[in-house]
C-alpha cells in the first residue's frame, strides 16, 4: 500500500490506511462495535458478505441484511480508537448512519445488569472531541435514530431506559475505580453521575455523536448493562453474551428503519 496524502492516509485508489477499505467497500449503514468479535458476529446475521477486512485491530465486514447493503466496523476501545476509524470512514461514505452498539456500566440504582440503554445524549468526558469542538458544545444523537431504536426495543420486550451517558477516556480511574497502588482523582464520579441523573459509563458515544453531527450524519447507541455500579453487581457471562447477541440484532434491525 503506497500512500499518497500523508493528510487523509489514503493510496491513489482512496483505501484507508487503518481500516484498509477502499470506495466501494463500506455501506452508508453502518453498525460500529467496539470488540473485533461483536463486529463478525453482526456479520453472522448477513444474507450474504461482500467485504471482509481486518487491519490494527480493526474489523470491517459489509454485505447484504434483508435486501440493504449494511456495514459492521469494529473501532476499538476509547475515542482515541474510535477518531480514526470514523475518521477513514467518513473518506469513503457521503452521511452514512452509524450506530453504536456496544456494552457500558449502569449508575442508576434501578438499571439492572442485562437491561439495555439508549442514549439521548453524552458527556464528554474524553479529550479527543476537544480538537475538533469547544467545550460547550453537545454531544446528541439524532432524534431519528432515538425513535427507531425505542419503536424497535418497545416491539422486542426488553427493559430499555433513555437517557444521558458518560463517555470517559479512562475506564478505571475516570469512572470512579481504584485499583490498589493507583489512586484515583475521581473517586466520588458514581456518586456525582447519579446525582446528575446519568445512566451510564462508556468510552465511546460522545466521540461517535459528535463527529456525525459535525459530518450532518445520523447517530445513536445502544449499550447493554453489563453491571450495577452503584450496588457493585456484575452481570451472569452466559446472558452478557445472550444479551450483546440481541443487542447487535436489534441494532442491525434498527439500521434497516433509518433512511441515510
Same mark, same amino acid.
Given at each position: 500500500?503506497? *500512500? ?8 491513489e485508489? =482512496? #483505501?484507508?490506511?487503518h481500516?484498509?477499505?477502499?470506495p ?15 463486529? +463478525? ?29 449494511l456495514?459492521?466496523?469494529? *473501532?476499538?476501545? =476509547? ?10 470512514? @467518513? ?32 458527556? #464528554? ?15 446528541? %444523537? +439524532? +432524534? ?8 424497535n ?7 430499555h431506559?433513555? =437517557?444521558?451517558?458518560a463517555s470517559? %477516556? ?25 446525582a446528575?441523573?446519568?445512566?451510564? @459509563? ?18 445513536g ?12 453487581r ?8 445472550q #444479551? ?6 436489534? =441494532? ?9
Amino acid at each position: 500500500m503506497n *500512500i499518497t496524502d500523508a493528510t487523509i492516509m489514503a493510496d491513489e485508489a =482512496g #483505501r484507508q490506511y487503518h481500516l484498509q477499505v477502499g470506495p466501494g467497500e463500506l455501506a452508508e449503514k453502518i453498525l460500529l462495535v467496539g470488540d473485533p468479535k461483536r463486529a +463478525h458476529l453482526a456479520a453472522s446475521f448477513f444474507d450474504t458478505i461482500t467485504v471482509t477486512r481486518e487491519n490494527r485491530g480493526y474489523v470491517c465486514v459489509s454485505g447484504m441484511y434483508q435486501g440493504q447493503f449494511l456495514s459492521a466496523m469494529a *473501532i476499538g476501545i =476509547g475515542a482515541p480508537s474510535a477518531e480514526i476509524a470514523l475518521m477513514e470512514a @467518513f473518506q469513503l461514505t457521503k452521511k452514512p448512519v452509524l450506530l453504536r452498539v456496544g456494552t457500558c456500566g449502569g449508575i442508576q440504582g434501578y438499571i439492572q445488569p442485562g437491561d439495555l440503554i439508549v442514549t439521548s445524549g453524552a458527556l #464528554r468526558f474524553e479529550d479527543t472531541t476537544a480538537q475538533y469542538v469547544p467545550n460547550m458544545y453537545p454531544a446528541l %444523537s +439524532h +432524534h431519528e435514530v432515538v425513535a427507531a431504536l425505542i419503536q424497535n426495543l418497545k416491539k422486542s420486550g426488553y427493559t430499555h431506559h433513555v =437517557g444521558l451517558t458518560a463517555s470517559t %477516556s479512562s475506564f478505571y480511574a475516570g469512572q470512579g475505580r481504584e485499583i490498589p497502588g493507583f489512586p484515583s482523582r475521581n473517586l466520588n464520579r458514581v456518586e456525582e453521575m447519579e446525582a446528575l441523573h446519568v445512566l451510564n @459509563f462508556e468510552m465511546e458515544s460522545s466521540l461517535v455523536l459528535t463527529l456525525a453531527a459535525l459530518n450532518q450524519s445520523k447517530a445513536g447507541c445502544l449499550c447493554v448493562a453489563l453491571n450495577n455500579r452503584k450496588e457493585n453487581r456484575f452481570i451472569d457471562t452466559a446472558v452478557m453474551y445472550q #444479551r450483546e447477541k440481541e443487542a447487535v440484532k436489534l =441494532g442491525l434491525d434498527t439500521l434497516l428503519d433509518i433512511e441515510a
